[in-house]
């Protein structure tokens, strides 16, 4: 089973939509968990860090399930340059797993 | 704002040929990372290094690899004997220790390696 697994997408939305994404993983000894964002060929940029309360920076917002071993990630009012991958990331006692991505093309 | 840098940005080698890929992390950063991206796949961890020595490596860091922080500012990522399949964009990460977002990782523009 993978550590981490995303729907790849595409998700195709226009511009001001609501768009959610989910990742689950299998180690439920999982201690930290973050939502990256990657352009293509580019390197992978922190978007925000997951926290048990859930927390929210702008138009996104990160929620975490521990009972279902599950993360989401919510984009309100997208713009053209939220087009991009979304890498959910968990960390495992000093190892960094990450999700496939899930693709997202936001359209004018 | 301070930023993780890697060279060269691109290397094309040949089969056969060792490689060295050198990162600056952030420079009050304690923990460093490599990882690779084949084309159309997902990141993968192959080590950590922690106060001069690796914390943790994956599979895939096999005797092939080695990791060195030569001075205070430079991290490399040594391949020996190259092959097709190294082909890849390999990152450097790294994070910092000391506050409430320690685990949180800042990545490098990457190098991309092509064996031929």
């Known amino acids: 089973r993978k550590e981490v697994e995303q729907d790849p997408g595409p998700f195709n939305v226009p511009e001001g939509a609501t768009v959610a994404f989910n990742c689950t993983y299998s180690n439920s000894a999982s201690q930290s968990f973050f939502w990256y964002r990657q352009d293509c060929r580019k390197e992978p940029k922190l978007l925000m860090s997951v926290y048990s309360s859930g927390n929210e920076d702008g138009r996104f917002t990160a929620q975490l399930n521990r009972a279902s071993q599950y993360i989401s990630l919510l984009i309100r009012d997208s713009k053209l340059s939220d087009s991009a991958t979304y890498l959910c990331v968990v960390l495992n006692f000093n190892k960094f797993y990450f999700g496939s991505g899930t693709k997202l093309n936001v359209k004018p | 704002e301070p930023e993780v840098t890697q060279t060269p940005s691109h290397q094309v080698t040949q089969m056969g040929q060792e490689v060295i890929l050198r990162c600056v992390p952030i420079s009050n950063h304690l923990y460093f990372y490599w990882y690779r991206q084949i084309l159309g796949q997902k990141v993968e961890f192959l080590v950590s290094?922690?106060?001069?020595?690796?914390?943790?490596k994956s599979e895939i860091f096999d005797d092939q690899f080695s990791v060195e922080r030569p001075d205070g500012s430079n991290f490399t990522l040594k391949i020996r004997s190259t092959k097709l399949e190294d082909s890849a964009m390999y990152f450097c990460?790294?994070?910092?220790?000391?506050?409430?977002?320690?685990?949180?990782?800042?990545f490098g523009p990457g190098t991309r390696l092509t064996v031929t």
């Open positions: 990460a790294s994070r910092s220790s000391r506050d409430r977002r320690s685990y949180e990782q800042y």
């Open positions: 290094f922690y106060n001069n020595e690796i914390s943790e």
